[in-house]
């Protein structure tokens, strides 16, 4: 299983002080960054394919003064016309 965070990270000091402290707190977890991403992406992948605990994630990220946020998955998200669609057929 793997999670993706939008954050505010810019510099590789901060990211790697991240990293660190997330494997020290999360060890099933690893963790990793792509700053070339316009949204500085946060990877959380779980090593025994086990749900990853956002909210502690978000925790501990935050704690260390980082802004992040969860990117939803947006394949399994319905797009405004199924929306559309959908409600007409309920509708019907």
């Known amino acids: 299983m793997v999670e993706i965070?939008?954050?505010?990270?810019?510099?590789i000091e901060v990211a790697d002080q991240c990293i660190t402290i997330l494997n020290e707190q999360c060890p099933s977890y690893k963790a990793n960054f792509d700053l070339m991403d316009i949204d500085n992406i946060l990877r959380i992948k779980s090593e025994q394919e086990i749900e990853i605990d956002?909210?502690?994630?978000?925790?501990?990220?935050?704690?260390l003064g980082i802004e992040i946020e969860l990117i939803n998955d947006e394949i399994n998200q319905p797009t405004p016309l199924q929306e559309i669609e959908?409600?007409?057929s309920r509708n019907t």
């Open 5 to 11: 965070f939008k954050t505010n990270v810019k510099n």
């Open 54 to 63: 956002i909210p502690n994630i978000l925790q501990i990220v935050k704690s």
């Open 86 to 88: 959908s409600a007409r």
